[in-house]
Structures are given as structure tokens and as C-alpha cells.
């Protein structure tokens, strides 16, 4: 192609009329896009700025999506802990109910007469009494015994009761242990051997500080043997350690009386772990067997007491006899060691007959002494096994009349609280103060006092809520999270991570819990719940603690949610923020971009005018043609 030389006019004119097209192009472009800066190339500042504002944006717009789902999290949890505090009202409404009835039932009845046999007794079983218990219809001749246990002066022999004693050092007393002290970390092992069967216990510190004076010193033979007997019993062995004059006696509990019966201590040994100065103590070693009775070799006897239904208390006869020997020889020698023992004379001697007689203090049905053998003297030629004696009440004169009768009902702890007696015109009267039905046998006749069914339908209704309780904090779930459940939401407030909120149900301590009938401690009502209003009343105080807990709850989740709402609020504004400011730097003015293509639309009409020209110049040249 050959060279086209244009005149400098014409080359001018185009050049204009060019970047007029590329400025009208460029102006075309921002009106179409509604953008002055379409890349990096337009304004590279405004561009990557922009770009940037626009990102943050995005991201915070994204996590708008997740507070707006945690929001209806909260508000399903909170719809729920109403909904549980509305039940907890009406199982509050339902117990004041049950407080408020009275509907017991109740039936009289006519009292017998005539001469009684002494047997006529009214029993009462069912209802919330647990046990039946029997009344006495009959009034008593005067004429009752006191119950009485008997050892026979004509069987008694001698209990031997030698069993080895072991003292500090050769036949030491025992006194001279006072300078062994424990500190932390000392020990003192003892092992006994019982009919060939080795146990070890082991004395620290904080056993001997727990025995005799508090310090740190096995002092005596009364600290040693109190450390041991303990440790005997909860070691579960069959031992017994005791005083025995200025000594101490270990004794075998767990063959009694028998030939074969052995006790040994085979091993003694200390370790000094701490600051203390313990030694060996100086429990001898050896073997004590029990022989014949020649040989004074039998067991401590030992066994357990209890006079009119009293406590019962063990009784271990030592060698420490009242004359001093080793053997008890005569009834008024055990005797006074019982005595000695229980604390309260119970054993005496029966001035003509010479027996030794347990005697209880009272006459009549009430009168009962019981001796439970644990370790009987009964391999000797004497003793009592297993005796539980009841007085007699002797005859009876009349009948009981209907105010007595109210009055010992009434006045017995084991039935007022289920059972009420009143005189209802000269008969008995009574009152069945229980949900469940009560039943009277006797002399008075079969029959039976129904329950309070009211009570009882109100058990049923209450167990109702309670179910339903739980089912409301089942259902109190969003998009799979349940705040009831003890389900953790996490929700993230800004593009870093940084700023973040946890929302879990806690308890007052702070930690995580469910919100359900468990952790609230409502307890499911059985019929006799509801029999007291006693019981009645304690259950509307946990209730009423139960809302107390609701509403707290109630209240940290309304204030999560308005965290949530206001940082969602923020958040959008925050969004709106950037968007803005990246539209600032962006953003076209469409009303200043088509004044300008106007312009340039007239400006490139006026350049083809001015290159027309230009070529009309150039071509007068052909006139000369």
C-alpha cells in the first residue's frame, strides 16, 4: 500500500475528531454501566478501594445470614422456657389445690361391750401407715409382768476368759509408748493372724490424731487399742482389741469357743516416711490357741442387749474381771461386769433362787427383754442363746372407753400422721388422712376406709405436666440446635473472627445444663406425696425455686438476644456503610456523563464539518484543471 500523504489540516482534523470518538466511547460506556471506574486501568486507587469496601461488605452481609438464624434460635428457646414456666404455674395451681381439699373419708364405729377376753385388739393397716398396728381394745387388771431372761445359777460354771495380752515390750506397761509421735507420711503396720488367716492393717497419722487425746502420740494401751479396734471394723476383721488391766487384748472374734481357735501377731513393722519418731511398739509376737476349759483358753464373750425396744447395745466381757482374776466364777461377778458395760443396772441376782435374771424395768405387753447372741458362753456348762422375752399383760377388766381410744391414736407418732380419731356421738370415729385406702380389722369389725380421691386425681394430673414440661424443652429447637438441651450456638460478629457471643443455658454456678424436669429436681408424685400437706407445702417451695431458675434462665437468653439484635443492626448499617463508600468512588454521575456526550456528540458533528473543510481546501487545487 503506498503512502497517503494528508495535509496538515486534514491530519488535524482527524486526530480531533478521533479522541472526540474515543471520549464519546469512554462516556457511552460509564453511562451503560453506571460506573466511572469500570477497572484498574479507569483509576487504580478508586478501583482497589472499592473493591476492598465491597469485599468487607460481602462478608458482613454473610454473617448477617447466621445472626438472624441464631435470633429465632433464642426466641425458640425462650418460647420454650415460657411455655415450661407457664406448666410450673399450673403444677403450683394444681398442688394448691390438693392443699386446699379436704375430702378425707371416714367411718364410726360402735365400741363392743360386755365382758372382755383380754384379746380384743383394733388393727389398722393400708393407708400411709407402712406397718399395721394394733391397739389394745381392753383395759388391764393391774396384775402385768415385767419380762424377764434367766441364766440358771444351777448351770452357771466358770467363763475363762484368757485370751493373751500383748503389752509394750516383755510385760511392760504400756505407758512407756508416750514418746512415739506420727507425722505425715509415718506408718505402723500390724498383721493378725486369724486361724491361719493373715491381715494387715496399717496406722497413719491421721488415725492416731483421730483417737484418744487428738495429738500426734499413741500415749497409752487405751489409744492403741481404740486406733486398732477401728481399724479392726473397717478393715472388716474379725478382731477385737480391748484393755485388759495396764495392757491391751487382741481377741478372735471369728471361731468362738472352738479348740481350734487361733490369734497370733507374726509381723510388726513402722515406716518413718515423715518427721515422727516412730519405733516398734512392742506388740509381741506368738500364738494363742483355745484349749479346754482347764486350760482358760475360750474366747471374749460378747453379745448384743436391748430392753423395752430400746437401742441395742453390744456387751464384751473382758479379762478384766471384778476380783481381778482372769476367769469370771460367779453370776454376781458377771452381773456386775454387765452392769458395768451397758451402764444402767439391768442384770441382778434373784434373792432366792441365786439365777441371774435380766429384768426390764417395765410391766405389761410393753415389757420385752431381748439378748441377741453374737458370741454365746454356751460351749461352757451356762449362759443364753438367742432369748427375746415379752411380759404379759395380764387380765383384762373392761373395755377402753371411745376418748381413750382418740387420745392413744392421736397421740401415736407411728399412725396420726395417716390416721385421725375423734368421738362421733359415743362411736370411734376414723379418719383416713392418706391416699391410698385403709383397712381395719379387729374386734371392731372388717372394713375398709377409702382413700381421697381427689388427692389422687390431682397426683395424676400433676405427673401430666411434669411430662409435659419436657416435651416443651424438646421441641424448643431451630435449625437443629436446642437451647434447652444444653446445645452451645456461637455466633460470629465481624469478617476476622475476632468479636464472637456463646449463648448456653448454665445453671447459678455456670455450668452448662439442660432445662428439664432433672436439673430442675421436680420429682416425679406418687399418691402418698400428696397424703401431708406437709409434703404438699415443700413441693410449692421447690416450685416456686424451680420458676425462680426459669425466670434467671428467661433472662440471660433476653439479654443474648439483644446483643444479637443490636449487633445485627450494626452490622447492616455497617454493610450499607462500605457499600457506599465504594459506590462514592465508583459510581458515575449519569446526569454529568450524557451533558458530556452531548457536548462530544456536537464537538465531533463540528470536527467532520472542520475535516470536510480541511479536504475541500485540498481539492481547489483541481480547479487549475
Request: glycine share 10%.
Amino acid at each position: 500500500m503506498s503512502e497517503i500523504n494528508l495535509s496538515k489540516a486534514v491530519r488535524s482534523n482527524l486526530l480531533s475528531l478521533q479522541s472526540t470518538a474515543n471520549s464519546m466511547a469512554k462516556t457511552q460506556s460509564r453511562l451503560a454501566t453506571g460506573l466511572k471506574v469500570n477497572s484498574a486501568l479507569d483509576n487504580p486507587s478508586n478501583f482497589f478501594t472499592a473493591s476492598a469496601l465491597n469485599s468487607r461488605a460481602a462478608d458482613m452481609s454473610n454473617l448477617l445470614d447466621s445472626m438472624s438464624s441464631g435470633i429465632k434460635t433464642i426466641e425458640a428457646a425462650d418460647n420454650g422456657l415460657k411455655s415450661i414456666s407457664k406448666t410450673v404455674e399450673s403444677m403450683q395451681s394444681t398442688l394448691r389445690q390438693a392443699r386446699q381439699d379436704k375430702s378425707f373419708q371416714a367411718q364410726s364405729f360402735e365400741m363392743p361391750t360386755g365382758t372382755p377376753t383380754g384379746s380384743e385388739q383394733l388393727t389398722l393397716s393400708g393407708g400411709s401407715l407402712g406397718a399395721p398396728k394394733s391397739l389394745e381394745l381392753t383395759t388391764g387388771s393391774g396384775s402385768a409382768t415385767s419380762a424377764t431372761a434367766t441364766i440358771s445359777a444351777a448351770s452357771f460354771s466358770t467363763i475363762h476368759l484368757t485370751t493373751g495380752t500383748f503389752d509394750n515390750g516383755a510385760n511392760a506397761d504400756y505407758s512407756s509408748i508416750s514418746s512415739t509421735t506420727f507425722a505425715a507420711g509415718d506408718t505402723l503396720d500390724v498383721t493378725v493372724t486369724l486361724d491361719g488367716t493373715p491381715s494387715t492393717v496399717t496406722i497413719s497419722a491421721g488415725d492416731v490424731q483421730a483417737a484418744g487425746d487428738g495429738d500426734s502420740t499413741i500415749g497409752d494401751a487405751a489409744e492403741m487399742a481404740e486406733i486398732l479396734d477401728a481399724k479392726f471394723a473397717s478393715g472388716g476383721i474379725n478382731a477385737r482389741a480391748v484393755i485388759s488391766g495396764t495392757g491391751m487384748a487382741i481377741t478372735n472374734m471369728n471361731t468362738p469357743f472352738s479348740s481350734s481357735s487361733t490369734i497370733s501377731v507374726s509381723e510388726v513393722a513402722h515406716n518413718q516416711g515423715g518427721a515422727g519418731t516412730v519405733t516398734t511398739v512392742g506388740l509381741a509376737g506368738g500364738i494363742f490357741s483355745n484349749g479346754s476349759a482347764g486350760n482358760s483358753g475360750y474366747t471374749v464373750p460378747s453379745f448384743v442387749i436391748s430392753i423395752d425396744g430400746g437401742p441395742a447395745t453390744q456387751i464384751v466381757l473382758t479379762a478384766d474381771s471384778a476380783d481381778g482374776g482372769a476367769d469370771i466364777d460367779s453370776l454376781s461377778e458377771l452381773a456386775g461386769l454387765i452392769n458395768t458395760a451397758y451402764g444402767s443396772t439391768i442384770a441382778t441376782i434373784h434373792g432366792s433362787t441365786g439365777d441371774l435374771e435380766f429384768k426390764s424395768p417395765t410391766s405389761g405387753s410393753g415389757s420385752r427383754v431381748k439378748i441377741t447372741n453374737v458370741f454365746n458362753w454356751s460351749g461352757e456348762t451356762g449362759g443364753i442363746e438367742n432369748a427375746d422375752v415379752s411380759g404379759s399383760a395380764g387380765g383384762a377388766t373392761g373395755f377402753k372407753s371411745v376418748d381413750t381410744l382418740v387420745q392413744e391414736i392421736n397421740a401415736d407418732t407411728s399412725i396420726n400422721a395417716g390416721v385421725r380419731a375423734s368421738n362421733d356421738s359415743g362411736k370411734l370415729r376414723i379418719e383416713n388422712l392418706s391416699t391410698a385406702d385403709l383397712s381395719l380389722s379387729g374386734d371392731l369389725g372388717a372394713s375398709t376406709v377409702d382413700g381421697n380421691d381427689v388427692r389422687a386425681n390431682l397426683v395424676k394430673q400433676f405427673n401430666d405436666l411434669r411430662d409435659q414440661l419436657d416435651k416443651f424443652a424438646d421441641d424448643a429447637s431451630f435449625n437443629g440446635i436446642n437451647l434447652l438441651r444444653g446445645d452451645k450456638l456461637k455466633l460470629t460478629f465481624n469478617e476476622t473472627g475476632t468479636s464472637t457471643i456463646e449463648v448456653q443455658a448454665k445453671d447459678t454456678s455456670g455450668v452448662p445444663t439442660a432445662i428439664d424436669n432433672l436439673t430442675l429436681g421436680i420429682e416425679e408424685a406418687l399418691n402418698g406425696d400428696f397424703d401431708g400437706d406437709a409434703d404438699i407445702d415443700a413441693r410449692l417451695d421447690k416450685l416456686k425455686g424451680v420458676l425462680d431458675t426459669l425466670r434467671s434462665q428467661s433472662s440471660a437468653f433476653g439479654s443474648n438476644l439483644s446483643v444479637v439484635e443490636n449487633r445485627t443492626d450494626f452490622t447492616k448499617r455497617m454493610v450499607n456503610t462500605l457499600e457506599t463508600g465504594a459506590a462514592n468512588l465508583t459510581l458515575a454521575d449519569t446526569n454529568e456523563e450524557a451533558a458530556n456526550l452531548l457536548a462530544l456528540q456536537t464537538r465531533q458533528q463540528l470536527s467532520s464539518s472542520a475535516l470536510s473543510m480541511a479536504s475541500q481546501a485540498d481539492q481547489a487545487v483541481l480547479r487549475l484543471f
